[in-house]
């Protein structure tokens, strides 16, 4: 019998049921999530980081998206899995970039004054 092998550092994956520790989300990490319907073709999924949740359009199989928490500064691929019971799971893998949202206008408007 094959004794498991560590993982390498930053392949690591969460299936929808592991607790993990936010510290863990490193880029290259993969997170397994249920997502719950949101009427229509729309998805909501709850992000790793904190658990808020993101809307999802479910349309294609395999169908990706790119979701970004402005909270954790944390974006991820997303590919929409459909579990062919009716279901669909959601997988994230971590991104390299951080999120930054623009919030507000420049005071003196939207373009450079003299
Ligand atoms: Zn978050």
Redesign the pocket.
Known sequence: MLTPRPRPAGAQHFGADDQLN?NLLIPGVTVRRYTEPAGGIRLDVA??????LARLRRGLDHAQALIG??????AYDVTVIDELDGGHAALFKVREEEVTLARRRHKSGPRDRP
């Open positions: 936010p992000v790793p980081c904190c658990g808020r928490c402005p909270f954790c500064g944390l």
